[in-house]
């Protein structure tokens, strides 16, 4: 019975789980983990940015914030857990950042600028699990797709 696999997704030995042993996978084996990380910080530090400047963004859409809060947590889940493939490691990415969420919302609500909204928290959780719903090896891993593209 297959747990966990596929193509290029790094797993320990070259093979799926097999029998009833769970096995956690280990991280892809992307070139430029360095250049990735950097990329994904950078990213954390942009929805810090934006979520506490003196900006508004109009999505043009109704609650048009909340769609820009669940993309923006969803990229960031996604980004890490390609990174990060054991359970343990995106738990610490999802929980870290849920609490980043409810902690820029209670910054928010302190500067005299930006609302504290419950609604914000709870768009940012729902982009962490959709996030992590889409991460490999459901879908696959986009960084190792760039890679082969740039580095064939």
């Known amino acids: 019975m297959a747990l966990a696999g596929g193509r290029g997704y790094g797993i320990a030995g070259g093979s799926p ?8 996978e280990t991280a892809p084996a992307v070139r430029a983990r360095w250049f990735w990380l950097a990329s994904g910080w950078t990213l954390v530090g942009l929805v810090i940015y ?8 109009d999505t043009g859409v109704v609650h048009g914030d909340k769609l820009s809060h669940v993309a923006a947590y969803t990229v960031l889940m996604v980004w890490f857990a390609s990174l990060y493939a054991t359970v343990r490691g995106r738990l610490g990415f999802a929980a870290g950042f849920i609490a980043m969420g409810v902690a820029l919302e209670i910054v928010q609500g302190w500067i005299g600028y930006r609302q504290f909204e419950v609604a914000d928290m709870l768009a940012d ?12 090896p459901r879908l696959p891993n986009f960084l190792l797709g760039i890679e082969r593209r740039l580095w064939p």
Request: proline residues 7%; negative net charge.
């Open 17 to 24: 789980v097999a029998d009833s042993t769970i096995r956690e």
């Open 50 to 57: 934006l979520s506490l400047a003196p900006i508004g963004i």
């Open 125 to 136: 959780a729902a982009g962490v699990a959709a996030g992590w719903a889409l991460a490999p």
